[in-house]
């Protein structure tokens, strides 16, 4: 019992990191909606797939480093740090996924206006 007290530093850390790794698969799945254009279907499975793999990623780490022990503050530590890094790092990764979007699609625009002036001008 007092090797599992020792570690509970070690834990705080891993539970943080999960925390952290739930927030970004949670942004990453808002991103892929977001290029699937909110399709209702497309919704719920990006969303049954981002809770399946955030409980996945708790339930590994839970199970492998806390012992199987699920104990009230591992559980708290996640759910506040994933709510903290949706609130603060998920809106600055949204702004940075609308920006590289944006670039990309100007991009394309460009390349295609391009190819058509080349047309035109052979034709």
Avoid at 22 to 27: A, H, L
Avoid at 80 to 89: A, D, G, K, P
Wanted: positive net charge; contains cysteine; aromatic residues 14%.
């Amino acid at each position: 019992m007092l090797y599992e007290t020792l570690n509970q530093p070690a834990l705080l850390l891993l539970f943080i990191g999960t925390g952290i790794a739930g927030g970004i698969v949670f942004d990453v799945g808002n991103y892929v909606k977001f290029l699937l254009s909110y399709k209702n279907i497309s919704n719920i499975i990006i969303d049954f797939l981002e809770t399946s793999l955030c409980l996945f990623m708790l339930f590994f780490v839970n199970l492998k480093y806390n012992y199987g022990q699920l104990r009230l503050f591992p559980l708290l530590i996640f759910l506040i740090v994933f709510s903290l890094e949706r609130i603060t790092i998920g809106k600055m990764l949204a702004k940075f996924y609308t920006t590289c979007y944006n670039l990309i699609r100007k991009a394309i625009k460009r390349l295609h206006r391009g190819k058509n002036n080349e047309n035109n001008k052979n034709g």
